[in-house]
T-cell receptor, first 108, second 113 residues
Framework: GQQVMQIPQYQHVQEGEDFTTYCNSS?????IQWYKQRPGGHPVFLIQ?????EVKKQKRLTFQFGEAKKNSSLHITATQTTDVGTYFC????????FGQGTTLQVKP | DGGITQSPKYLFRKEGQNVTLSCEQN?????MYWYRQDPGQGLRLIYY???????QKGDIAEGYSVSREKKESFPLTVTSAQKNPTAFYLC????????????FGPGTRLTVL
């Protein structure tokens, strides 16, 4: 079936280091959404990418959508302790399919 | 104050009992969704509804049932047929179609003893 794979599953970084999570789909996506879930919380929408090769920035977060619309990435520059949480990508192929998430831990 | 509410936050049930989880939204969203979250497995879709009095099965619907009698409400019943019901259950809603961003409720953590 349709799958959205996300790697890595876990990432521990020192505060100030960069962080990247990658999302890959077995099929071409109509769009991709990114969500963040803080520990003990619920997913909160971050952004949606629609166009091939699209790049969007939100302060220290950079989101990319691949040219083939099958992969995406989220890059955080100079992580802070407030970045801690699980980041999910969700690809749309007629329905929204969530990746397994990448849990980010930031050591102060 | 607009949003999605789920109650209760924590729920304990004995094995073999049915239990209904509440989800209410006042965002005037047409579509509503139920997800199950287990550690390391992301969010898996149980059921979704795009309009009142209509709903569709998601990827893991077995052992669950839903109703959508009102636009604002989408309760989920976890039946005794669900083999591993202990999980974190998240309700979400969006404007028509899952192309739009989904707004999640705070979740209900169900533990079956």
């Amino acid at each position: 079936g349709q799958q959205v794979m996300q790697i890595p599953q876990y990432q521990h970084v020192q505060e100030g280091e960069d962080f990247t999570t990658y999302c890959n789909s077995s099929t071409t996506l109509s769009n991709i959404q990114w969500y963040k879930q803080r520990p003990g919380g619920h997913p909160v929408f971050l952004i949606q990418l629609v166009k091939s090769g699209e790049v969007k920035k939100q302060k220290r977060l950079t989101f990319q959508f691949g040219e083939a619309k099958k992969n995406s990435s989220l890059h955080i520059t100079a992580t802070q302790t407030t970045d801690v949480g699980t980041y999910f990508c969700a690809g749309h192929t007629g329905k929204l399919i969530f990746g397994q998430g990448t849990t980010l831990q930031v050591k102060p | 104050d607009g949003g999605i509410t789920q109650s209760p936050k924590y729920l304990f049930r004995k094995e073999g009992q049915n239990v209904t989880l509440s989800c209410e939204q006042n965002l005037n969203h047409d579509a509503m969704y139920w997800y199950r979250q287990d550690p390391g497995q992301g969010l898996r879709l149980i059921y979704y509804s795009q309009i009142v009095n209509d709903f569709q099965k998601g990827d893991i619907a077995e052992g669950y049932s839903v109703s959508r009698e009102k636009k604002e409400s989408f309760p989920l019943t976890v039946t005794s047929a669900q083999k591993n019901p202990t999980a974190f259950y998240l309700c979400a809603s969006s404007f028509e179609g899952s192309y739009n961003e989904q707004f999640f409720g705070p979740g209900t953590r169900l533990t079956v003893l």
